[in-house]
Structure formats: C-alpha cells, structure tokens
C-alpha cells in the first residue's frame, strides 16, 4: 500500500517543502510500523506491505511534524485482498450461473 501525503502551511495550504515526519502505523494498539522522512519537495509516500492478517482499524499517524512535536492521525480499516483463487472460483460461479439460465431460457423458449 502507497500512503501518498503533502505537508502543507495550515494558512496559506502551500506545500511545506524540506518537512521532516514520523509515519506510524498502529493496529489493535500495537504499533507495526514506524519510519522517519523528509518530504522534499512538501509531498512524499511511504510503502508499506500489510501481511493477510493485518486486517481491521488501523490507525495512520504523523508525529514530530517539521520537528515541532505536532502530530495528526487519522483511521482507516484494512479490508483483506481477494486472492488469485477466490477470483477463480468467483468466475466459474458466475460462469455456471450464466449457463443454467440460458440454457433454462432456451428450454423456455423451445417449449413456447
């Protein structure tokens, strides 16, 4: 996952370049994940790969915003990611269904 952000001046909402920050990742509250940047140019992204079981409220947070103590955070939910085989089997479900009801549809119509 991309988290994608600009550090911007709260009054004029340009970005505020040379930005240092803590991204923190905290889920159940543990923390799982926690790096320090310099946003260059006011914007930057961090990657981070959430394992299968790490699904659920999560908790983003900046800390130490430009190096003045200031934080922000933010909560979203971690939906787990259908896998190649649930993508399969939800095809050929799909598949199958489509068939049964043409061929119902031409029984239908051959009786008629």
Request: proline share 3%; charged share 20%; glycine share 8%.
């Amino acid at each position: 996952t991309n988290f994608v952000f600009t550090i911007r001046d709260g009054k004029t909402g340009e970005p505020l370049r040379n930005s240092d920050y803590t991204f923190v990742i905290i889920q159940n509250g543990k923390e799982i994940h926690r790096v320090t940047g310099t946003a260059q140019v006011g914007g930057e992204f961090e990657r981070y790969e959430f394992a299968e079981d790490q699904t659920g409220p999560t908790i983003i947070r900046f800390e130490n915003i430009r190096n003045t103590g200031q934080e922000t955070e933010f909560g979203i939910v971690i939906a787990p990611e259908f896998g190649v085989i649930a993508i399969v089997i939800l095809f050929s479900a799909l598949f199958v269904v489509v068939l049964a009801s043409k061929n119902c549809l031409s029984k239908n119509l051959i009786s008629n």
